[in-house]
Each structure stands twice: as structure tokens, then as C-alpha cells.
């Protein structure tokens, strides 16, 4: 439209600039207004890439899978880690493990992109390269000190119920 052309022709640097000379009716009724509407494009923006990112994420996740089990890939792991424990909870916990790795390199590229880059671009995040690795980390930790015992419960429930294994959880 007519005003958002007029509005980008002027930065908002040099709203800013304008805005701290001491004209409060400049600040309250042109940078303000102006702000705001380009801190709008901003935020929509931002919103649509994370959504999009996160779309595209779960659907690249689903096609892997699928790609895993019908590929027959997931009998050749499940295979090849038989050679090192016969105990099926163990084997459980190594299969979701490796899977659980691969998944993370993969998804490595996009995760930085939609939760590292961005969060920079918007100026949303000040952390430093190291510290989102470490807070990723951390999560992690807590996924594993929760997740280990409720796959497992899950796996008892799958192994003792069988075909009623929904019935525990009901």
C-alpha cells in the first residue's frame, strides 16, 4: 500500500534520532505508530518462518521414519544390537538411544536455524553459540531422567498387556 511504501523510506534509525531530540509530539505520534507497525511486520514474520520450520520439521520426521522402518533399516540395527545384549529392555533403551542420536544430528541443522539464528535476526536472544548448546543440553539431562523410566513403563506395559496395553494407561 501507499503508506507502508512512504514508511520505508525512512529508517528507524533515523526515527530514533529524530524521536531523541526532544519532540515529544514527534515521539508520541510518528515514532511510536511507526515502531510499532514495523515491530508488527517483524513478529508476523518471525511467527510464519517458526511455523513453517516447525512443519517442516514434523513432516521431514514422519518421512524418516517411515523411510527407517520400510527401508528395512530397523531390522538391521535391531540385529546388529542383538550381538550385544540379549535382554530386550536393554535393547529397547540402546535402539531409542541410536535412533534418538541420529535424529538429533540430522535435525541439528534445522534446530539452529529455527532456534539459534532467528531468535538472533529478530533480536529476540542475546546467548552465545556455547550457552544454547549447554541449555540444549540441559534439556537433554531432564528428558533422560524423566523419559528413561516412562519408555520403560511404556515397554512393561507393551511386553505384559500386549494388544490391551492401552488398558494401564486408560
Known amino acids: 500500500s ?3 511504501k512512504t514508511l520505508r523510506k525512512y529508517s528507524l534509525l533515523e526515527f530514533k534520532r529524530l524521536s531523541y531530540s526532544g519532540n515529544l509530539f514527534f515521539y508520541l505520534f510518528v515514532y511510536n505508530p511507526i515502531y510499532f507497525y514495523f515491530l508488527h511486520m517483524d513478529s508476523k514474520k518471525y511467527n510464519n518462518i517458526k511455523l513453517a520450520a516447525g512443519i517442516g520439521k514434523g513432516v521431514a ?3 524418516l521414519i517411515f523411510l527407517f522402518v520400510q527401508s528395512g533399516l530397523s531390522k538391521i540395527l535391531l540385529v546388529d544390537l ?3 545384549s540379549a535382554n530386550s529392555y536393554i535393547l529397547f533403551l540402546l535402539f531409542a538411544g541410536i535412533t534418538g542420536i541420529a535424529s538429533g544430528i540430522l535435525f541439528f541443522p534445522v534446530n539452529y536455524y529455527a532456534d539459534f539464528y532467528l ?3 529478530y533480536n529476540l536472544s542475546n546467548q552465545t553459540f556455547l550457552a544454547w548448546i549447554w541449555e540444549d543440553m540441559k534439556g537433554l539431562l531432564v528428558s533422560l531422567v524423566l523419559g528413561i523410566p ?3 513403563f511404556f515397554y512393561y506395559t507393551l511386553n505384559r ?3 490391551n496395553w492401552w488398558l ?3
Open 82 to 84: 542383538l550381538h550385544y
Open 119 to 121: 531468535e538472533h535476526k
Open 150 to 152: 516412562l519408555l520403560l
Open 168 to 170: 494401564p494407561f486408560a
Open 161 to 163: 498387556f500386549g494388544g
Open 61 to 63: 520426521s514422519f518421512l
Open 2 to 4: 501507499q503508506r507502508s
